[in-house]
């Protein structure tokens, strides 16, 4: 295709779809970094600290975090309710959200570092980790910390995602480079000074992009706890997501040997790379959706069916290829470098067939908090995970292990995706029928996909792992690798072809591509020009 016929194709897409592609780059990439760069910054760390030091820091890390949760979800309401105010076109009201939530959201974080000092100087130091200068650094890290997740509510509240994917670049390659010389000069010191660093840059970095936003206080009793009903169900929501893992591992911790646990955290962190690549995506979708809730309203649901038709397709496409693609590299990773962990293989393929139809409810997740159904999410997820509790203990207890714990979360993550595509489908549609022919579908694709992957984990079509040497396995790993995710990109492709073509993705997917390949191949030539026009300066 010619250069001016990419440019019409290019031309063909929204400018929100044009900011979209571009954030997932520059978001992939900055995943990308991080694990390159984190993985020698965490050895370092873990080695230079020892095992005393390193508890230590996990447990000042989670000080930090469940410091964090004092807001009580009015985070979640300001990147809520500000774009449906702007779906309204009141601006006035968006003002007035903004101000509310920063007035209650520095009030609860000013408590929270109240509460650490109080707690301090009543002498509770947790076993002797927290001292004067500890403290110190803890609470100015605290501040940081809230200051920038509040901006970056604020930022996605706007709609400027684009400087939290430039930011997330920064962070993901400067942190290692902090943290290192920060270690071995004052270990447990240094790794606390490099983390405020990181904050500091962090807001410093938002406030310029922001050019310096204004936001006033205001406490507003009523408005407050209106924001706060709504935020904390979206906070307890998000919360009770990330308790399905937690909920395995002390099942685990409790019934079975700590090596079992190793095996299903290394399962768990496959699991865990899907989702960080859809963050553009679902940044985007979910402010559509808010501002498009405040636009038409919520009385009738048709206006929300675009979200359940190509885009939904080309974003469920896109987060098989980057689980498939992750379980593919881990297979070659632990075959050839992580050998202990072998067995932990088919418990990755039993968690992948339900973690793949799990990411299909994310945006009907967004429909039911538009709708303001958030209770009814909150219902199935929480139902889910009592029953992930009883068949982990019931099916240890039978004698089937980690596989059995794998299932009974597989299963869970099907059951909380089949209520929430129901409900969902049948309120957009009018009809069940909807609703159990996508599931069907979703199902189907996802068992021939992780088949396929079964039948790779235990067949070669270039042997490596009989190879002397490790490099010698890696390399030819790597080969191994790469003839597998050809052939699995295009078995994923032409079955997402195959069960959604009424939706015809490829003439969604074609401008898309298109784009970024134009974007990337004129960024790779404007570099180059500023190369070469520095040699010759």
Known sequence: MSKDGKVLQSNSLSVQKKDMIKLTGVMSFAIIIGKVFSIPSAIITAKLLGPSLFGVLAILNLIIQYAGYTHMGLLQSLSRDVPIAYGKGDKREAKLIKDTVYTGFTILSAFAVLALWILFISGVTFKGVLDFPVLILISLILIANRVISFLKSYIKAEGKFM????????????????????????????VLFALLLTEAISVAYCLIRLKKPKFHFRLKIRKTLQLLKTGSLIFINKISDGIFWSVDLMILTAMMSTS??????????????????????????????????????????????????????????????????????????????????????PIIIILGF???????????????NITNQLGKRLVIILSALGLNAILDYFL??????LKGVAFACSFSFLLISVLIIGISFKQIYGTLKSAFSIIFKICSISAILM???????????????????????????????????????????????????????????????????????????????????????
């Open 451 to 537: 088949g396929i992957i079964s039948a790779f984990s235990r067949w070669e079509v270039i042997e490596y792992t009989s190879r002397l040497g490790i490099y010698s396995k890696v390399l030819w790993g790597m080969a191994d690798l790469t003839v597998k995710g050809f052939i699995f990109s295009l078995v994923c492709v032409g079955i997402y072809f195959l069960f959604f073509r009424k939706y015809q993705l490829y003439k969604e997917l074609k401008p898309i591509i298109s784009y970024a390949w134009y974007s990337f191949t004129n960024r790779l030539k404007k570099g180059k020009k500023a190369v070469y026009e520095g040699e010759y300066e």
């Open 260 to 345: 079992y646990v190793g095996l299903y955290s290394i399962a768990m962190s496959v699991m865990g790379v899907v989702l960080p690549f859809s963050q553009a995506i679902n940044m985007t979708v979910y402010r559509k959706m808010m501002v498009d809730g405040g636009k038409f309203g919520v009385a009738s649901k048709k206006h929300f069916r675009k979200y359940t038709e190509g885009l939904f397709a080309c974003h469920l496409l896109f987060n098989s290829l980057a689980l498939g693609f992750s379980i593919l590299i881990y297979t070659v990773i632990i075959k050839t470098i992580l050998i202990k962990y072998i067995d932990s293989l």
């Open 163 to 190: 400087i939290i994917g430039r930011l997330n670049l920064i962070i993901k390659f400067f942190t290692p480079i902090l943290n290192i010389p920060a270690v071995i000069l004052f270990r447990l010191k240094g």
């Open 396 to 401: 240890i207890v039978k004698g089937y292990g």
């Open 354 to 368: 339900g973690y793949m139809i799990y990411t299909s409810r994310l945006f009907l997740s967004f429909y039911l």
